[in-house]
């Protein structure tokens, strides 16, 4: 046992603490009585005996420790522990008791090695130290053993003391009234009948492993079901028993997410807040205010309920982010400055029980509760939570502070979360109420920190938090670079005089090094960033740009495109926000909030201006030389194209149709580009888009009139399993409208056809089209939305698929229409001139100081063996070759160059020139 920071704490414990070796002599709550050698005693707060520099846990009083609570045995205890050290090292690769910094051997490296070939080579260990009956199954079963009941379920029952059959009988009686709670706990519906419970509780000491003969009678657990909840204790009382004693602190954690309504919150943007309470005292031990849509990270929140704020590496003030948290706070003036409360129970959940909220990480949820011995389980999905115990708290919690909401509204998400913080140490935590649990035979009215103190002093222990350092290891984290400015998470910057022994470092002479950072979501004053030495530097926040439940800000761009279907449409100068900073926003947009970025239309529209089309383009861009910046030249490069005959075949293609439409009435025409992958059919559609805007930047130059609520161009790229409706909204999220889920899918073809109408776009282009074959049934409504829209918009569609056109034609259109579908086939090139032309005129494009005309054409069937023929790998390799001769300082692309880029394509042998 690690004495030097244990689970719990308990009287006859001795602990150093203010340079004395004290006893522990009584618990009171959160107040610890400590007596000295020389007879005196004193209260300390248990925050304040764990943050002195020098406490330490120098004796465990026997009758604390867990493994005395085993009645085996001392050499089956001796035993049990055996097993356990080489499970843990099967587990972990390390042993319990393995010096800080060893190395785990390489046949039990989690990193090298499966579970399965660790627990052979354990086997094959222990046989050859003389353990000849061990195997791989035995080695497996105690693995089993170990991670469900711990130390308990490694001892030989077999060396257990049996006992006499009136003992047993109450031993019995007790396993299944712990069953029976446990049932109770769960089920929370008044019209349950005894049965009902016979059999759940019969199950689940079946899964405990209790014999069948230990099993009590239907008459008998009739008997002392009625025993048990005598006196008005049954479910439909809606109290939940603990059968005559105190329920431990943590013996049961619920976590469960509800709504928290804001009023002032925009449309279709909604907040929840994650609750996690503490069945014994009602207590709330962690809340987390999020977006709806947004699961949280719930082995953080373990790790934040089991360390106090206090205990929490970070300064005890931290300078510079006062101006960020200034805000009037209940009982505070404006101004003051807002201080996070630490006045929370202490408690280590022994189970953590998930009422099916969608979470983050469940998996490293589980990994993390392995390591801190919690249990993890799932409410039932037979029992309706409807009336659960752990809801009504949570809807009792969500009303109580939704009133006091009003008075801080339109407050960012971290600072309703600091104010919920507040709200549970200041209100909740002392709020006298009618307990729903009957804590040993009588329901008391007390506050949950009252509630609490009694559980402990029940218990007789008090739990202690994480230990130094084991905060930080549960938390979300990434790599980072540490710049001039500091270094930013989440869209905020934090910066600390601490780091400037990492700013601007250089690790292979071309790349700055990058420095792993870990943060609390529910945090936002500070970040930790692990230095070279391995110590956690903690750094404070400078500015933050957190997105406002009022006005959420997802960036700056220019000109925003705002299409409304009440016949305006609007685009007028970026809103400013009083946000603490001058970042330039745009107006709220609910698929601008939910991707993280703005619309579609400006992503596209940014795209598509970059350069000219191909029908237009020089023999390189006229805003960016060979005197050009390495960065400028970079993005030039990675952006370089190739205008192939196949491509620029297409454009021409689509601007004849799109005069054809618009001059007819009727029998208009859309074209579909298919081809084998890596052929440039997304190319073609960028180009045919790229055409349409020049085109209508043209008409503006000429007639003096801007019109930004004109979209020539729409492009889409079908999601994957799309159907007509998902097609749909497609359509108008590329122009930042909602998608109503409850509506006719004829309603929202309307939707569409007033939207595209509305923004006068010439050419709807559909890319990855294949992706629509679907059912009989979904490919009718697909083919019937896209004839609907075809001749109900002035728009001329083109769609680009990876096939064939006898399977990709009967997905799109009837066959009554099938002929009014052109077509462009694009394959990969064979090595003839035509392909020699393509490299020659991709060499022109290039910026490079160095590079010798003529060596891409002389490598033309080098480049042609090496990508068979694929205009995108032609492309990719072009392009890496550029970038890598400008970071590298060559300034030319070269036969070794190429020859050292990855992209050995599997149907093209890799052939060194």
């Given amino acids: 046992m690690d004495t030097a920071w244990p689970a719990r704490l308990g009287p006859g414990d001795r602990v150093r603490f203010d340079g004395r070796v004290h006893t522990i002599v009584d618990l009171h709550g959160g107040l610890i009585e400590l007596s000295d050698p020389y007879g005196g005693v004193r209260q300390v707060e248990l925050v304040q005996l764990l943050s002195t520099a020098d406490f330490a846990v120098t004796t465990i009083s026997p009758g604390r420790s867990p493994e005395n609570d085993l009645a085996v045995t001392a050499p089956a205890l001796a035993q049990a522990q055996w097993w356990r050290s080489h499970v843990v090292e099967v587990l972990t690769g390390l042993p319990p008791d393995a010096e800080p910094g060893a190395v785990p051997r390489p046949q039990y490296d ?14 094959a260990e222990l046989r050859q130290a003389g353990a000849e009956k061990v195997s791989v199954r035995t080695v497996r079963r ?93 479910p439909s009382t809606k109290v939940r028993l603990s059968h005559g004693r105190w329920l431990r602190p943590g013996e049961r954690v619920h976590v469960t997410t509800v709504s928290l309504g804001l009023a002032a919150s925009p449309p279709g943007f909604s907040v929840a807040v994650t609750l996690a309470v503490d069945e014994a005292s009602d207590s709330i031990l962690d809340a987390v205010v999020h977006p709806a849509r947004v699961r949280v990270d719930c082995a953080a929140m373990v790790a934040r309920m089991c360390t106090p704020a206090p205990l929490r590496p970070g300064p005890e003030q ?77 809807r009792q919690v969500v009303v109580m502070f939704t009133d006091r909401l009003h008075e801080v509204a339109g407050r960012p998400l971290h600072e309703i979360q600091g104010l919920l913080e507040t709200w549970v140490c200041e209100v909740w935590q002392k709020t006298t109420r009618r307990s729903t649990i009957r804590q040993a035979g009588w329901r ?21 938090p994480l230990p130094p350092g084991g905060f930080l290891q549960f938390l979300p984290s990434s790599r980072r670079v540490v710049g001039p400015s500091g270094l930013r998470v989440n869209a905020r910057r934090y910066d600390s005089a601490e780091l400037e022994p990492l700013r601007n470092q250089v690790a292979d002479g071309r790349s700055r090094p990058q420095f792993t950072v870990r943060w ?113 030249r970079v993005r030039y490069h990675a952006g370089l194209l190739l205008p192939t005959p196949s491509v620029v075949s297409v454009v021409r293609e689509a601007e004849r149709l ?36 020049d085109r209508h930047s043209d008409l503006q130059r000429v007639g003096g009139v801007s019109s930004p609520t004109v979209v020539p161009s729409v492009y889409v790229g079908v999601p994957p399993a799309a159907t007509a409706r998902s097609l749909l909204a497609e359509l108008l999220a590329f122009f930042g409208l909602p998608s109503p889920k409850r509506i006719p899918l004829y309603d929202l073809s309307k939707r569409v056809s007033t939207a595209l109408s509305m923004a006068n776009t010439d050419v709807v282009l559909i890319d990855d089209c294949d992706r629509l074959r679907a059912t009989p049934q979904s490919r ?90 694929s205009l995108d790998h032609l492309a990719y390799l072009i392009r890496s070759g550029a970038i890598h001769a400008i970071r590298s300082g060559q300034e030319a692309i070269t036969a070794p160059a190429l020859a050292e880029l990855s992209g050995s394509w599997p149907h093209s042998p890799y052939v060194r020139p």
């Fill in 780 to 869: 009718t409504q697909v083919t019937d939305v896209l004839t609907y829209l075809g001749k109900e918009t002035p728009a001329t569609f083109v769609f680009a698929g990876s096939g064939t056109w006898q399977s990709l034609a009967p997905a799109l259109f009837h066959t009554s229409v099938r002929s009014q579908l052109l077509r462009a086939e694009m394959t990969h090139r064979a090595c003839d001139d035509e392909w020699h032309a393509i490299v020659a005129t991709a060499e022109d494009h290039l910026l490079l100081r160095n590079h010798v005309p003529g060596t891409l054409p002389a490598l033309s069937t080098y480049l042609h063996q090496r990508t068979g023929g």
């Fill in 318 to 394: 931290i300078g510079g982010w006062e101006e960020t948290f200034q805000r009037p706070v209940w009982g505070q003036k404006a101004g003051q400055l807002f201080v996070r409360p630490n006045c929370g129970p202490v408690v280590r959940p022994e189970t953590l029980v998930l009422d099916g909220s969608p979470l983050a990480g469940v998996d490293a949820l589980r990994q993390v509760c392995q390591k801190l011995g919690i249990s993890v389980r799932h409410s039932r999905a037979s029992v309706p939570a409807v009336g659960a115990y752990v809801e009504r708290i949570a």
């Fill in 142 to 234: 105690k693995r089993h053993q170990w991670q469900a009941e711990g130390l308990k379920g490694l001892v030989d029952g077999r060396s257990s003391p049996k006992p006499r059959a009136s003992e047993s009988r109450r031993t019995a009686h007790a396993e299944v009234l712990t069953a029976l709670d446990q049932v109770l706990a769960e089920s929370g519906e008044p019209s349950r009948s005894v049965a009902f419970y016979w059999r759940a509780t019969a199950r689940l000491l079946e899964e405990r492993g209790l014999p069948e003969e230990e099993m009590l009678s239907r008459a008998a657990f009739y008997r002392l079901y009625a025993r048990a909840t005598a006196a008005g204790e049954l």
């Fill in 658 to 693: 799109d005069t054809l439409n618009k001059l007819t009435a009727v029998a208009k025409r859309s074209l579909i580009v298919c081809g084998t992958p890596g052929t440039g059919k997304t190319t073609a559609l960028v180009e045919v888009g790229r055409l349409f805007e």
């Fill in 110 to 123: 989690p990193a090298r090695s499966t579970l399965a070939s660790r627990e052979a080579a354990k086997a």
């Fill in 520 to 632: 609390d979501p529910c945090d936002v004053r500070y970040v930790w960033v692990e230095g070279p030495s391995g110590r956690w530097i903690t750094v404070p926040l400078v500015s933050a740009s957190g997105v406002s439940t009022t006005a959420p800000t997802p960036g700056p761009v220019e000109a925003p495109v705002r299409i409304t279907l009440d016949g305006e449409g609007a685009a007028g100068p970026p809103t400013h926000t009083d946000s603490g900073n001058d970042s330039t926003t745009t107006p709220f947009d609910p698929v601008s909030l939910k991707r993280g970025m703005p619309p579609p239309v400006e992503q596209w529209r940014r795209l598509v201006t970059a350069s000219p089309s191909v029908l237009r383009a020089g023999r390189a861009r006229t805003d960016v030389g060979l005197d050009s910046s390495d960065i400028r």
């Fill in 444 to 464: 008391p009215s007390l506050t949950p920190n009252q509630a609490h103190a009694a559980a402990v002093a029940a218990a007789g222990w008090t739990a202690l």
